[in-house]
């Protein structure tokens, strides 16, 4: 087993070989099911995964989020905020990608570390302006790569490859269909 950055490079290879032969096998749905704990509060755990037609019940519960606003924006602060989980979940993207696109390229990260901000304008939240948007108004991602052996040119393309390439990223800036129903 060949290791880069902590990615099992050979099932990287296989992987994609499995996936660009029969492409169901890349069709994956997450589910999360979440209930209100008054005020701002949410719980959420995790629901069924299905990847490549097969549905894995043990990830039902398996983990629990929280999410909270803080005080300044009218919760009560016992838990991250929807939009810190928003940067989060762009983090944690950004490390598959950067991880695996990086390994399969022979790129040896020593380490990395990301930055993220993102703004938002609560005039659209509170309906106060209809020209305002009530989501995200930027989102900005400073990354530090520590690869010694590699120049700063590659990690240049390293980078546009993971803006490329990133689902999340992916999510944010591409429409993508919400459907919203009452059960």
């Known amino acids: 087993m060949s ?3 902590d990615i099992d490079v050979q099932a990287l290879r296989d992987t994609k070989a499995a996936v660009r032969a029969n492409p169901e096998l890349g069709q994956a749905k997450f589910t999360v099911n979440g209930s209100w704990q008054g005020g701002c509060r949410l719980t959420a755990q995790t629901g069924a995964l299905t990847a490549g ?7 039902v519960a398996q983990y629990t989020m929280s999410s909270d606003e803080p005080v300044a924006l ?3 602060d016992t838990a991250v905020s929807p939009a810190e989980y928003l940067l989060q979940v762009l983090a944690g993207c950004y490390t598959v990608t950067l991880a695996a696109h990086a390994a ?10 990301l930055e993220l901000e993102g703004d938002v304008d609560l005039r659209g939240f509170l309906g106060i302006d209809p020209s305002v948007r009530p989501g995200v108004q930027q989102v900005r991602v400073r990354l530090h790569i520590d690869a010694p ?12 490859l993971v803006e490329s390439r990133s689902p999340i990223r992916d999510t944010l800036v591409s429409p993508v269909d919400v459907v919203t129903t009452l059960a």
């Open 3 to 5: 290791l880069i950055n």
């Open 53 to 59: 037609g097969e549905r894995d019940d043990k990830r």
């Open 74 to 76: 009218l919760g009560s």
């Open 104 to 113: 399969a390229k022979g790129i040896e990260l020593k380490d990395f570390r």
């Open 149 to 160: 052996d590699t120049p700063r040119e590659q990690l240049e393309e390293l980078i546009s």
